[in-house]
């Protein structure tokens, strides 16, 4: 688990209901790196 793990962690412990684009956004990657990590 990496610093951006943990990133995506914490974002989704806040707003599970966020989207991936959103969220790739904010942990600077493309949509499937992202959700391939969570």
Known sequence: M???DKKI???LQ???DIPV???SKKV???S???WLRI
């Open 2 to 4: 990496d610093d951006i």
């Open 9 to 11: 962690l914490s974002l």
């Open 14 to 16: 806040v707003n599970a």
């Open 21 to 23: 684009a959103e969220l």
């Open 28 to 30: 600077n990657l493309s």
């Open 32 to 34: 499937t790196p992202c």
